[in-house]
Every structure is written in C-alpha cells, then in structure tokens.
C-alpha cells in the first residue's frame, strides 16, 4: 500500500516524535529546577502530546502494512540558561518538525499514495498550531524581559494546561 521510501519515512517520523518528546521532557526537567512548574506543567503535557503524535504514525504504519522499528535516540540538551532560550529552542524544533512533515507530504503526493496525503493533511494544520503555540509564549517572555510578576502570572496559566484528546 505504500513503497518502501515512504514507509522508511513514516517510521522515520514515528521515532522523530518520540525524540520530541524527549527533547520537551529535558526543557520541563530545567523549568523545574528553576521551580516554576507551571512551565514544566506545559512541557510535560508537550511531551504527551509528542507522544500521542508518535502513535498516530505507529498505526498509521501498521496499517499501511509497513513494519514499525524503534531507532536511538539522542541525548537531547539538557542544559538552558533561560526560559527565552528554552522556548527559543523549542520553536526551532517544532520549525525542524514542519520541515520534516512538508517533506513527507512532498513524498507522499510524488507516489499519489492517497491514504498517507490523507493522514499527512492532520500533522500540516497541527504544525501550524505548534508552531503557534511555542512562537506565542516565546514572544510573551521576551515582552516580559525578565519581570518576575509576569514570569510567575505566566507560570500560573500554564499550570492549567491539560492533554487535549486528539481525533
Ligand atoms: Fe509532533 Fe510538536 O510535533
């Protein structure tokens, strides 16, 4: 149901999600030993979310008929100097995650493979709102230069943050 290249991509993709998480799991374990656990709140559920991401392409895969296989994962950056550079740098892996979507719909309608533009089509509008969400707050930080009031309402607000069930 789908060549060998695309179904390399997909588990490609599958692990790339997972190591997502992994990265955001690293930012909620800084944000935590600078105590503000409303941020680590919001990277924990990110890194949820990766999660569930990762097995939307686990089924997909299976049932595409492909065979699904876990890869190493890299140790992801562990150390930040600011909650600017951490949302800094996750707007930038969420850019390196579009990139990586485009790509696979690009490959996906080069094989007029239907069923993986289909299910491609869900992760193209949720880059959009990842990138959103990262860029949103990282601007918000920056507006804030380092204003513990504002710091502490922000990590109150994301405290609030829960996994979203995704269709
Ligand atoms: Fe699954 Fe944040 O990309």
Request: glycine content about 4%; overall charge negative.
């Amino acid at each position: 149901m789908a060549s060998e290249k695309l179904l390399k991509e997909l588990n490609d993709q599958f692990n790339f999600e997972l190591l997502s998480g992994y990265y955001y799991m690293a930012m909620a374990a800084y944000c935590e030993s600078e105590d503000l656990s409303g941020f680590a709140n919001f990277f924990i559920v990110q890194a949820q979310e990766e999660y569930t991401h990762a097995m939307k392409f686990f089924d997909f895969i299976n049932d595409m008929g492909g065979r699904v296989t876990t890869q190493a994962m890299e140790e992801p950056k562990n150390d930040y100097d600011s909650l600017v550079e951490t949302f800094e740098v996750a707007l930038d892996h969420e850019k390196l995650v579009t990139s990586k979507i485009n790509k696979l719909m690009d490959l996906a309608r080069e094989e007029n493979n239907y069923p993986s533009i289909s299910f491609l089509q869900w992760f193209i509008d949720e880059q959009l709102e990842e990138e959103n969400s990262m860029e949103t707050i990282l601007i918000k930080l920056k507006r804030m230069d380092g204003n513990f009031q504002g710091i502490y309402m922000l990590d109150k607000e994301l405290a609030a943050r829960t996994l979203e069930p995704i269709e």
